[in-house]
């Protein structure tokens, strides 16, 4: 089982910038799916969930209006569209498989299958 995020990069603040993040060895179409995040020195913290037939969705407000999370469990994909980039978004962002179907619990300990991260950097 293996979770596999890309599309990080080098972005002007202001940009858009998409993640995806394919799962092999398994499907995920069961489970909601998260993107996380985490900048050097802080904890990981959730930006997005969306729940396993892709109805419902969770947003910090940190990232609520320029983020949108979606998924196409025809591809074992689930995707993060970022627009309107701030250079506090830098981060490493990692995608996750959650326990559970729906999106209502987005908490780091209700996720597993870690993906390796892919990095976003913003320019001010």
């Known amino acids: 089982v293996q979770l596999q995020a890309s599309g990080g990069g080098l972005v002007q603040a202001g940009g858009s910038l998409r993640l995806s993040c394919a799962a092999s060895?398994?499907?995920?179409?069961?489970?909601?799916m998260g993107w996380f995040r985490q900048a050097p020195g802080t904890e990981r913290e959730v930006v997005a969930v969306?729940?396993?037939?892709?109805?419902?969705?969770y947003y910090p407000d940190s990232v609520k209006g320029r983020f949108t999370i979606s998924r196409d469990n025809a591809k074992n994909t689930v995707y993060l569209q970022m627009n309107s980039l701030k250079p506090e978004d830098t981060a490493i962002y990692y995608c996750?498989?959650?326990?559970?179907?729906?999106?209502?619990?987005?908490?780091?300990?209700?996720?597993?299958?870690w993906g390796q991260g892919t990095q976003v950097t913003v320019s001010s």
């Open positions: 996750a498989a959650s326990l559970w179907s729906g999106s209502s619990r987005y908490t780091e300990p209700n996720f597993r299958s």
């Open positions: 060895g398994r499907t995920f179409s069961n489970n909601a």
């Open positions: 969306i729940s396993w037939r892709g109805g419902t969705t």
